[in-house]
């Protein structure tokens, strides 16, 4: 059922995009209106609402004579989107740097206690999803709706990419999470050069991994 508050149409892009992103249904896959409409139990209204606009944002495609098809993530199209996140995060953690509160702070350390639980259980999905929040916590301390807003639009097809890295060697999980820990630290610091280098290294480290 949805949350309260939460139309149909709005539940169904979230059912369908959670299990996308959490690479359920990888690249290719063919996503039946009717099947749609069983799994989730809602009519296809609200499902081909959904799924217009989950191609809006690129995650699927519309296949003439066929239906909607899971968008594959191209490795120009991945290149492409770390560059776009190398040039917001750098210049949020730059602005940042030893200008926030005990808030701010409060809701990183938060956010790292849990991903070291997920590290601990080896919980991929998990920790793919406080990677992002902890991501998007770093561009929401901007308060410009445009950057985040630009991070938002980035960030699912980058965890469908990232999220392969730690398939590959679980052992990342806590060097990302050592990262992220430095990350935070530099950020209560006062040299907005290191917090720029730290979180340059930590996200071209993913980009040559997908190399």
């Given at each position: 059922?949805?949350?309260?508050?939460?139309?149909?149409?709005?539940?169904?892009?979230?059912?369908?995009?959670?299990?996308?992103?959490?690479?359920?249904?990888?690249?290719?896959?063919?996503?039946?209106?009717?099947?749609?409409?069983?799994?989730?139990?809602?009519?296809?209204?609200?499902?081909?609402?959904?799924l217009d606009r989950?191609?809006?944002?690129?995650?699927?495609?519309?296949?003439?004579?066929?239906?909607?098809?899971?968008?594959?993530?191209?490795?120009?199209?991945?290149?492409?989107?770390?560059?776009?996140?190398?040039?917001?995060?750098?210049?949020?953690?730059?602005?940042?740097?030893?200008?926030?509160?005990?808030?701010?702070?409060?809701?990183?350390?938060?956010?790292?206690?849990?991903?070291?639980?997920?590290?601990?259980?080896?919980?991929?999905?998990?920790y793919v999803e406080?990677?992002?929040?902890?991501?998007?916590?770093?561009?929401?301390?901007?308060?410009?709706?445009?950057?985040?807003?630009?991070?938002?639009?980035?960030?699912?097809?980058?965890?469908?990419a990232v999220r392969?890295?730690?398939?590959?060697?679980?052992?990342?999980?806590?060097?990302?999470?050592?990262?992220?820990?430095?990350?935070?630290?530099?950020?209560?610091?006062?040299?907005?050069?290191?917090?720029?280098?730290?979180?340059?290294?930590?996200?071209?480290?993913?980009?040559?991994?997908?190399?």
């Amino acid at each position: 059922m949805p949350e309260t508050g939460t139309t149909l149409r709005d539940e169904a892009f979230r059912q369908i995009k959670e299990r996308i992103v959490q690479g359920e249904w990888g690249g290719g896959t063919f996503l039946s209106e009717r099947r749609l409409s069983e799994t989730l139990q809602m009519s296809k209204t609200p499902i081909r609402s959904a799924l217009d606009r989950l191609e809006m944002m690129g995650l699927v495609k519309l296949m003439p004579n066929q239906g909607f098809v899971v968008q594959e993530i191209s490795l120009r199209k991945i290149m492409d989107i770390y560059e776009l996140r190398l040039s917001l995060e750098t210049f949020a953690v730059g602005r940042l740097t030893g200008n926030m509160d005990r808030t701010f702070f409060g809701r990183l350390d938060e956010n790292l206690d849990k991903q070291a639980e997920a590290a601990e259980r080896e919980d991929i999905v998990g920790y793919v999803e406080l990677d992002r929040q902890f991501h998007e916590a770093i561009i929401a301390g901007l308060a410009n709706e445009e950057y985040a807003d630009a991070m938002s639009r980035i960030q699912d097809k980058f965890l469908m990419a990232v999220r392969t890295t730690f398939y590959k060697n679980k052992s990342r999980l806590w060097g990302s999470l050592e990262e992220h820990r430095e990350i935070r630290d530099a950020l209560a610091g006062n040299d907005p050069s290191l917090s720029e280098r730290l979180i340059r290294e930590h996200i071209e480290f993913v980009k040559q991994i997908m190399l």
